[in-house]
Each structure stands twice: as C-alpha cells, then as structure tokens.
C-alpha cells in the first residue's frame, strides 16, 4: 500500500464511482478498492519511469499485452492503479491480451482499469483530476469552516424552489444541504448520512445518464422512482468554464416545485461556482474576494480595468446598479444574518438573470451590478427580478425589504453613478415602506427635490425667517398653518382639492392661507417668492415626518 496518503485524496472505489461507466471497468482490485489516490499521472512508453506512490497511472500508447511490463512497472513504484486501453475485440476474456494484464496486475497487486476504445485519454485524465481537485477542496472546506457559505445557499435555495437541497462535489461527496421539514427519500437520508451519494443509488442514475446531462450544463429533471425510494428531483452541474465541479440537487417535498425553481437553481450553480472558487484561490498571495472587489468598484476606490480583468469582463459593457436594503436591526447578530440572507437570495436571482452578475455589500445595503443590460430605460424583466427578490426576501425576514435601481451606464467605470441613483431611489422610497421596488426614472422628480432640500438645509442663512415664524406659530397656538399653506401650494393654489386633502372646509382652508400670509410676511402672489416658500415649507415638513420615522 502507498505510504502516506493524503486525507483529502479519494479511495479508488469513491473515484470509480464518481467517474463510472461507461468510461472504464474494474478488473483487479483485491484491497486496493479501498487505498486512496493521491494523484493521476501519464505513462507514454516513451517516459522514464518515476515514483507513482498512491497514484493513478494513465498507461498511454501500449494497448492490450503491450501494457503488461508498463503495468508491472507502475506496480513496482507505488501506484494504486493503473488505466490500459483494450482492443474492441469478441470475447470479454480475450479482447487485447485482456487476460494477460489481468493476470500481470494480480501478480503484481495493483488494481487494473480497462480504458474502453471510444473514450480519450484526455477526457479521462480531466474527469479525474476533477475527482481529486473537488477532494482537496472539500476537505479544506470542512476544515477552514467554509461550509458555511454553502449551507446558507442550500438552504436558500430550498426556499427559492420549495424543495429539499443537497450541494455535492466532482466526487459526489456532500458539502451541504437545506434543513429537512419535510418528507425524504432514501438518497437524500443516506447521503446526509454518508456525507456521499450511495454506491447503488449512483450507478442508477449514472445509467439513466443523468451525470453526464449534468456535466453538458442543463437543468436535468429526474422522475419520481417509489420502487427504489427516490422522489422527483431537479439537478444542475456547478461549472467554472469547462470545470465540472460539482452538483445541486433539489428533493421536491409534499409541494411542488415553485414556479421558477429551474431559474433559481441555476442562478444557484453559479454562485457555488463562485464560491468554491474563491475558496480555491482564497490562500493565494494578494488574492482579493469577488466583494471586496465589488464593494471597490461601487465606491470608487478599485480601478474598473482591474475589476474587469480579475472577473473576466469588459470594462466597457454597460451596466446597472440594483440596490436592497432593509430597516437595520437593533441586533448585531440579527442584522448580520438579515445581510447574509439578501447576500443569498441577490446572489441566487441577479445570476440567473445575468450570468456575470456581480453582487456585493456595503454597509448595511446589499448591491448587484448587472452587466450586459441595454443602455436606456431598464429592462422590464430587471423590475419583475426586483419584486422577486423583495417577496422572498419579506418572507424569509418579515421586513421592509426595498430595492432601488439606477440607470443603466456605459461602462464599469460609471456604475458609481449608477449605484448612487440607486441608493437616492431607496432614501426616497423609505417614506413609503409599501413599496417594494423603484426606479430612479420613476421617482428622478423626487430624488431632485430631495436634494435641494438638503442644500437648503445646509445654507441656513438663505432661509425666510417668515417661515421659522408660522412654525414658531403652530408650536405656540397649536394650529396648522405650515401643513395647511403646504397643501394650498402643493394643489397649486387649488383651493377646494387642498381642502379635501386636509378633510377641512374651504373656507377654513382660505382663513388659514390668508393668516399664514399675514403671520410670516410672505408674498402668496409673487411666484418666486412662493416657490421658495414652498421649497421650506417642504423642508420642515419632511424632516419632522423623518424625525418621527427615526422614534
């Protein structure tokens, strides 16, 4: 047996199973079945032989009997097995000196895998080295805690689809799962159980060739089997490029999958893609996390051509900022899993609607850039993902969840101008907690008022101290005349609409305007005069509504 083996490397039977037919089939296993494989090495007839110590050893280039002394060879330098290709030939005894590796292997002890003709060394060798890499990157998940990311996206897309989830690696091993509220079936209990997919139940489904449509990236949908205790299923490869590295499945419960579930699962792919990637380079000198990079890119202080080039994007695509908040929680710990939660479910829909999504939080808010979009009005499909992302997430928290958008900008560079229209769009909305998503076209008017507003605020000094006068007034008398002037110039001197907003008689409504005049001094009828007036009045009204919003 090979000294020394790593704890992250796979045995041959876990790595057979994760490979499977119809690739290669098991001659000579003997105690090997269970030594683990450290490593996966090409031999070419060619190659000086070197140590294979716990390695699997590609015999390329020598087929049938022709492989007998490079087997033997692998054999005498440590490796657990070693893959020859045979010759399509009939007879299973006799097919390319078949027998004789066979027999050489056992001799030798050393399991021995026929390679069949159709499948290429390359394919082989990449399918492996999947196996082993998603080893080493488990283990160092479970060892680093970083799991934990894993977990919560489980969990959050069994409430995306409304079904139980089990997010496995390359090798078939479990990296997390949803809790279970309701009904499982027997591959879901013995695979938590196992922390792997169980043998028999994977050799079914490798037969009904739900691997492999796994690996071509679709959303695979497998039947309801009660014979072999397996409930309908839906399932998706977590890819990175041409990596396969691993799977999600979702057990549906006693309810069927929610309406957009196939969506949901593969914008979830890709955000486990995300993740174990950025565990995978975590440990790398100068290595920077996707949202520290995008927190940079939303504040301005990383440089859009280096964000573009660390993600793979054109810097000069152009894109759209989507903000979400919700009221902060007096709570710490409450309000950092309420973050984690928006993280999550952001994450899981802004990357089914676009692939190269980017998602990250600043503060309290978390953001999505969006690139790809079309430069001018935002899409309608972007609100539709806004009001989904606000009923989840107003089901799973209970709050307020809002979401802003910006307008779409040419290029990365600009998205800085895009997240700030964002976050101007959620100030605004927070005077309406009903509403659930805007804008910046929408509500452009108010954002502007707004900052006027905040520009008055500060100058002081410009302010008509006949307006401190009828608030000054009003605390002294209890009267309303600011709220009542307000109404009168907010309906544009409409006396009668103002009256039914105020539920007062228009008569009422006229003596107040008339005091009010004579009160602050202010001339009703000259039109910038009124208009300033009308700007304060806004000013004072809003920042005590704001004041007792803050109560």
């Known amino acids: 047996m090979p000294d020394s083996p790593r704890e992250d490397a796979p045995t041959l039977r876990g790595l057979l199973v994760a490979i499977g037919e119809p690739l290669v089939?098991?001659?000579?296993?003997?105690?090997?079945?269970?030594?683990?494989?450290?490593?996966v090495t090409i031999l070419d007839p060619d190659d000086e032989l070197g140590s294979y110590s716990g390695e699997l050893v590609l015999i390329i280039g020598a087929r049938g009997r022709e492989a007998v002394r490079f087997v033997r060879a692998a054999a005498r330098r440590g490796a657990v097995a070693a893959a020859v290709k045979v010759d399509a030939q009939v007879g299973p005894e006799t097919q390319g000196g078949l027998h004789e590796l066979r027999a050489a292997a056992s001799e030798a002890g050393i399991a021995l895998l026929a390679v069949r003709p159709r499948v290429r060394w390359e394919q082989l060798e990449t399918l492996v080295r999947e196996v082993l890499d998603a080893a080493a990157l488990s283990a160092g998940l479970g060892s680093e805690g970083g799991t934990g990311d894993l977990f919560a996206l489980a969990q959050t897309v069994a409430v995306l689809t409304a079904g139980s989830v089990i997010i496995e690696d390359a090798g078939n091993r479990v990296l997390a799962y949803s809790r279970s509220d309701d009904e499982v079936d027997?591959?879901?209990?013995?695979?938590?159980?196992?922390?792997?997919?169980?043998?028999?139940?994977?050799?079914?489904?490798?037969?009904?060739?739900?691997?492999?449509?796994?690996?071509?990236?679709?959303?695979?949908?497998?039947d309801e089997h009660p014979e072999v205790g397996i409930r309908r299923r839906l399932a998706v490869g977590i890819r990175a490029g041409a990596q396969y590295l691993g799977m999600i499945?979702?057990?549906?419960?006693?309810?069927?999958?929610?309406?957009?579930?196939?969506?949901?699962?593969?914008?979830?792919?890709?955000?486990?893609?995300?993740?174990?990637?950025?565990?995978?380079?975590?440990?790398?000198p100068g290595n920077r996390s996707q949202q520290e990079l995008v927190s940079g890119l939303l504040d301005g202080r990383s440089s859009p051509d280096l964000v573009a080039g660390h993600l793979g994007l054109d810097p000069a695509t152009p894109a759209v900022v989507a903000a979400v908040t919700a009221p902060a929680e007096p709570d710490h710990s409450a309000r950092e899993l309420h973050k984690a939660e928006m993280l999550n479910v952001v994450s899981v829909h802004a990357t089914a609607y676009r692939r190269s999504a980017l998602v990250g939080a600043i503060g309290t808010r978390v953001y999505a850039v969006l690139p790809g979009v079309p430069l001018g009005a935002v899409e309608p499909a972007l609100v539709t993902l806004a009001e989904d992302i606000t009923a989840v997430l107003r089901r799973r928290t209970g709050a307020s969840v809002q979401v802003g958008i910006g307008a779409p900008v040419l290029g990365l560079g600009k998205v800085v101008r895009s997240r700030s229209e964002a976050d101007r769009v959620l100030e605004v909305m927070a005077r309406d907690p009903q509403r659930s998503v805007a804008t910046i076209a929408e509500l452009r008017g108010e954002v502007l008022l707004g900052e006027v507003l905040t520009l008055l605020e500060a100058a002081e000094d410009l302010r008509d101290p006949g307006v401190s006068a009828l608030v000054e007034h009003d605390r002294a008398h209890g009267t309303e005349l600011v709220v009542s002037l307000l109404a009168f110039l907010d309906a544009l001197g409409d006396v009668r609409s103002a009256a039914n907003a105020l539920h007062v008689h228009p008569n009422t409504l006229r003596h107040r305007v008339r005091r009010a005049g004579s009160i602050s001094g202010i001339d009703l009828t000259e039109p910038r005069e009124r208009q300033f007036c009308h700007l304060q009045l806004l000013l004072v009204v809003t920042r005590a509504e704001q004041g007792n919003h803050a109560q």
């Open 186 to 222: 027997e591959l879901r209990r013995l695979s938590i159980l196992g922390w792997e997919g169980p043998e028999s139940y994977l050799a079914m489904l490798r037969e009904w060739g739900v691997y492999q449509r796994l690996r071509d990236g679709e959303v695979v949908h497998i």
């Open 25 to 39: 089939d098991l001659y000579v296993a003997n105690a090997w079945l269970d030594a683990q494989v450290r490593d």
């Open 249 to 284: 499945w979702v057990q549906q419960g006693r309810e069927p999958f929610a309406e957009r579930a196939e969506s949901a699962l593969l914008g979830a792919s890709r955000v486990a893609a995300a993740h174990l990637l950025r565990y995978r380079a975590g440990s790398s």
